[in-house]
């Protein structure tokens, strides 16, 4: 049957349309009021770790891409260290992607970054030769390209910089840094480290590759996108770079903006991340640095570990748990908690961080809604043959950038409460497990499909049962 939301209103225009959407859950057609809520493009996260091939006891790509649809995703970018590593030779993680059975059926659209190095061991620069048939315009045609190069969780060695950055050139692909590089520490050096008596990481040690990289930019043209900056001084030299026309952009992370490292006393290894949380002066920069445009994107870097792994959470844990969290199921309620109900920025601002910035990234552009709504009457029909023609491969297809029907429909005043149990992702390693926010996704739209929906529970006013 037929769900009908009417009075939504488009994200960036303030228009408001009708929307239809064939929903296979319905028992009978029915009428939302969705004047309470936002239709947007399909956010995409250009870093996320699905641990597929190799360490599918975190997360599989079937797990990874339900938490990503349950996010409000639609397109994300696959990192390169999984099991084999993505570096192209033989058959690799790349061959495994691409060969997944029912890989069509996945409710997100994903390519893929190659390897810097080879295995990602940093030793030597992976072969171009032995990826370049994976490009979006490559031979193989792959349905999941490579996009752009990175050796993520790693910084690119000084050994390989220059011949990872030719690669990067020759593919015309930007080349993604991990920008931070430390041997030892496990939390942000400074009093909260030193109180809980455990060995810290200096902030310098994200400046030191941000400017070696901008160096390399400025020098080569080479677009550079850094990782998850998290700090002043970096954010400052990015700036600089900016202003003297060096093809730079950067990103950051949820946990960056909403927690500082005081929160590794109350969430443990919950709170242990590469790079660390930092101090509450960083963590305002990186507030700042959304506001004045220096952050273009933010991503998740959504890191599936087991409980068992992260030590249950455990402070006394945090010598030996593997660094990361979870986030592509909480990243649009925090971060309209912590950016929006805060008045750092607006929700337009957000979703440009969330869905257009990013899919640029990857070579793609944002379905333009109002464009198409007012070419039908201020209709958005997910039936009509029109939206289909939009997309003529299948669900999960990335090789040919354009505007498909990819959105997202949210409920930006919704209060609720995170409930990791919940969680589409196998893992639950997240800080933010039982935080009260403001905003949620209510259905998630691939390709004109449903990939995640919360209709059925909401009644025809568009209210749930906790607003009734």
């Known amino acids: 049957m037929t769900t009908i939301i009417t009075d939504i209103r ?122 370049k048939d994976r490009l979006r315009k490559g031979s193989k045609h792959y349905k999941h390209p490579v996009v752009a190069v990175s050796d993520d969780g790693a910084a690119v060695t000084n050994s390989t910089l220059e011949s990872v950055v030719q690669n990067c050139l020759e593919a015309h692909i930007p080349f993604i840094d991990h920008c931070e590089h430390h041997t030892t520490g496990v939390m942000n050096e400074g009093p909260v480290s030193r109180k809980l008596s455990l060995p810290g990481i200096p902030a310098d040690t994200e400046l030191n590759i941000v400017e070696r990289d901008i160096r390399m930019a400025r020098a080569t043209g080479v677009h550079l996108h850094l990782q998850h900056v998290s700090t002043a001084a970096a954010f400052d030299a990015i700036r600089r770079a900016k202003d003297e026309g060096v093809q730079v952009t950067c990103e950051t992370a949820p946990h960056y903006l909403a927690l500082n490292d005081s929160a590794v006393e109350e969430y443990g290894t919950y709170a242990k991340m590469n790079p660390p949380l930092r101090s509450a002066a960083d963590q305002l920069a990186t507030l700042e640095a959304v506001c004045d445009g220096t952050v273009d994107m933010i991503a998740t870097d959504h890191a599936p570990h087991t ?58 552009q944002a379905f333009d809604i109002a464009a198409f709504a007012r070419a039908h009457d201020g209709e958005l029909d997910f039936a009509s043959p029109d939206i289909h023609a939009l997309e003529t491969h299948e669900l999960s297809q990335t090789d040919i950038p354009g505007q498909h029907p990819d959105v997202v429909i949210l409920a930006p005043s919704e209060q609720w409460t995170i409930d990791a149990e919940k969680f589409a992702s196998k893992a639950r390693n997240t800080p933010f497990d039982g935080w009260h926010v403001r905003g949620r996704v209510v259905a998630t739209l691939c390709n004109g499909q449903l990939t995640h929906s919360r209709l059925n529970d909401y009644d025809d006013k568009g209210l749930t049962s906790c607003e009734n």
């Open 307 to 364: 409980a068992e792994e992260k030590g249950f959470g455990a402070l006394d844990a945090m010598m030996s748990a593997p660094n990361g969290i979870i986030g592509l199921e909480t990243a649009y309620p925090v971060l309209r908690q912590v950016l929006v109900e805060e008045g750092y920025i607006d929700d337009t601002r957000l979703v440009e961080m969330l869905s257009v910035e990013p899919l640029r990234l990857l070579g793609a």
């Open 10 to 131: 488009i994200w960036d225009t303030g228009e408001t349309i009708t929307v239809r959407i064939p929903d296979e859950h319905a028992d009978a057609e029915r009428v939302l009021d969705g004047s309470a809520w936002v239709i947007a493009p399909g956010f995409a996260d250009p870093h996320v770790h699905f641990r597929d091939p190799g360490q599918t006891d975190k997360e599989t790509m079937a797990t990874g891409a339900a938490a990503a649809a349950a996010g409000g995703y639609t397109s994300v970018l696959i990192m390169p260290n999984t099991l084999p590593a993505l570096d192209g030779v033989s058959y690799d993680g790349m061959d495994a992607l691409e060969d997944l059975e029912n890989r069509e059926d996945l409710p997100v659209r994903y390519a893929l970054c190659a390897s810097a190095s080879k295995q990602r061991e940093g030793s030597a620069a992976s072969d171009f030769e032995d990826w």
